[in-house]
DNA sequence: ATGGTGGCGCGGCCA
């Protein structure tokens, strides 16, 4: 049995249903997380979801922001904000599905370095290692999942030049990301080898996709028992070269696991 | 390029 795992920033998932329920009936999924729905709760499409044969659980606002996870199975013990940080803007959404934890985030993009924007990532990725701390103490079946908005080491940027003061690469995002690493979790993408100047997301501007410059910023970590099983790691950039995509391109992970 | 494109929603804000 295989367990298919998937990420994606959709940048607006009424602009991009389309698109996603068309990705959904060639990729079967078995869990995807989307990000940057954009969209409240009571406009969610659930019933275009669930016409595609999948449960579904959101967390929305309007025009910013906003989480939701798509499932076979359906999903129990939901959670839509970390401990310990009062937050209005949906970036969260925890679900246990099929016996494992799925956590989907959307970290905040932080601007520009020394910003209040960037002070808000820093203190969310401080609660973010604390929740995960708890959460793996309680799930050893764990996937943390979404787009991270930062790329992980140089060879996840397409001009990695004086990337540390880069917003994405600075070393105290990238030392965040290492923590949760330090916890336990791997990203999956890099269990196997992959073709240089692989990114998941590209700019809007000046034809970044065309050229191919971007960054890796959307990741699978799995936990050590999932990455123990897993088989592979894609990110689908089909998706980004159709009309009117989103910046971002789903990213894909196989399991030998079966759910239950 | 102190720029550039896209989404929301109709003036900026956010990415």
């Given at each position: 049995?295989?367990l298919?795992?998937a990420?994606w920033?959709?940048?607006?998932l009424?602009?991009?249903?389309?698109?996603?329920?068309?990705?959904?009936?060639?990729?079967?999924?078995?869990?995807?997380?989307?990000?940057?729905?954009?969209?409240?709760?009571?406009?969610?499409?659930?019933?275009?979801i669930?016409a595609?044969?999948?449960?579904?659980?959101?967390?929305?606002?309007?025009a910013?922001n906003?989480?939701?996870?798509?499932?076979?199975?359906?999903?129990?013990?939901v959670?839509?904000?970390?401990?310990?940080?009062?937050?209005?803007?949906?970036?969260?959404?925890?679900?246990t599905?099929g016996?494992?934890?799925?956590?989907?985030?959307?970290?905040?993009?932080?601007?520009?370095?020394?910003?209040?924007?960037?002070?808000y990532?820093?203190s969310?990725l401080?609660?973010?290692?604390?929740?995960?701390t708890?959460?793996l103490?309680?799930?050893?079946?764990?996937?943390?999942?979404?787009?991270?908005?930062?790329?992980?080491?140089?060879r996840?940027v397409s001009?990695p030049i004086?990337?540390?003061?880069?917003?994405?690469?600075?070393?105290?995002?990238?030392?965040?990301?290492?923590?949760?690493?330090k916890?336990?979790l791997?990203?999956?993408?890099?269990i196997?080898?992959?073709?240089?100047?692989?990114?998941s997301w590209?700019?809007?501007?000046s034809?970044?996709?065309?050229?191919?410059l971007g960054?890796r910023?959307?990741?699978?970590?799995?936990?050590?028992?999932?990455?123990?099983?897993?088989i592979?790691?894609?990110?689908?950039?089909s998706?980004?070269?159709?009309a009117?995509?989103?910046?971002?391109?789903?990213?894909?992970s196989?399991?030998d696991?079966?759910?239950?």
């Amino acid at each position: 049995m295989m367990l298919k795992v998937a990420t994606w920033n959709v940048n607006s998932l009424k602009i991009r249903l389309p698109q996603l329920l068309d990705w959904l009936y060639t990729q079967q999924p078995d869990i995807l997380a989307l990000q940057e729905t954009k969209i409240t709760d009571p406009c969610f499409p659930k019933l275009h979801i669930s016409a595609a044969g999948y449960q579904v659980v959101f967390s929305g606002q309007k025009a910013y922001n906003g989480v939701a996870t798509l499932s076979r199975l359906p999903a129990s013990d939901v959670a839509t904000g970390m401990p310990g940080l009062e937050d209005p803007q949906r970036r969260v959404l925890g679900a246990t599905i099929g016996g494992i934890r799925v956590l989907n985030i959307y970290i905040p993009n932080g601007q520009i370095i020394g910003s209040e924007k960037y002070s808000y990532k820093l203190s969310w990725l401080d609660k973010l290692y604390s929740w995960i701390t708890m959460e793996l103490s309680c799930h050893r079946w764990l996937f943390l999942i979404g787009d991270f908005n930062i790329a992980p080491e140089d060879r996840d940027v397409s001009n990695p030049i004086s990337s540390d003061e880069r917003i994405f690469c600075s070393s105290p995002e990238r030392f965040a990301f290492q923590q949760l690493i330090k916890l336990g979790l791997r990203d999956t993408f890099r269990i196997f080898p992959q073709k240089e100047q692989s990114f998941s997301w590209w700019d809007y501007r000046s034809a970044a996709f065309h050229r191919n410059l971007g960054m890796r910023i959307d990741h699978i970590l799995a936990s050590q028992e999932l990455a123990d099983v897993c088989i592979s790691c894609y990110i689908d950039e089909s998706q980004r070269r159709l009309a009117r995509p989103s910046d971002h391109a789903p990213v894909v992970s196989e399991f030998d696991f079966r759910l239950y």
